[in-house]
């Protein structure tokens, strides 16, 4: 089993940072492509930014140029730093993991493991 834990959340001001981080720990043969997810009440799950594990990002529009996503390969972390933040970018911001497991001799397909997800507000 994997464990994706997050940390970073919390309330800024319009305009300020928050960086966002996720550790992964279990039975970790590699990972593939880790990210970030946000959802709103009543609004579909969007991929706010997504890293492989060569080091190539995606974003969504909305926050291209004000966040940054990287990884720790060695710790098996991903992190989010969100800069520039606005009101409209308030919810619960939910990592994922595409992970190669160990189990005994063998390796499983990469398996999709989510975080808790942690609460963005961003107050105007």
């Known amino acids: 089993q994997v464990q994706l834990v997050e940390s970073g959340g919390g309330l800024v001001q319009a305009g300020g940072s928050l960086r966002l981080s996720c550790a992964a720990s279990g039975s970790i043969a590699s990972i593939n492509a880790m990210g970030w997810y946000r959802q709103a009440p009543g609004k579909q799950r969007e991929l706010v930014a997504s890293i492989t594990a060569g080091g190539m990002t995606k974003y969504v529009d909305s926050v291209k140029g004000r966040f940054t996503i990287s990884r720790d390969n060695a710790k098996n972390t991903v992190y989010l730093q969100m800069n520039s933040l606005k009101p409209e970018d308030t919810t619960v911001y939910i990592c994922?993991?595409?992970?190669?497991?160990?189990?005994?001799?063998?390796?499983?397909?990469?398996?999709?493991?989510w975080g808790q997800g942690t609460q963005v507000t961003v107050s105007s």
């Open positions: 994922y993991a595409n992970v190669v497991e160990a189990r005994g001799t063998w390796y499983t397909a990469g398996l999709d493991y």
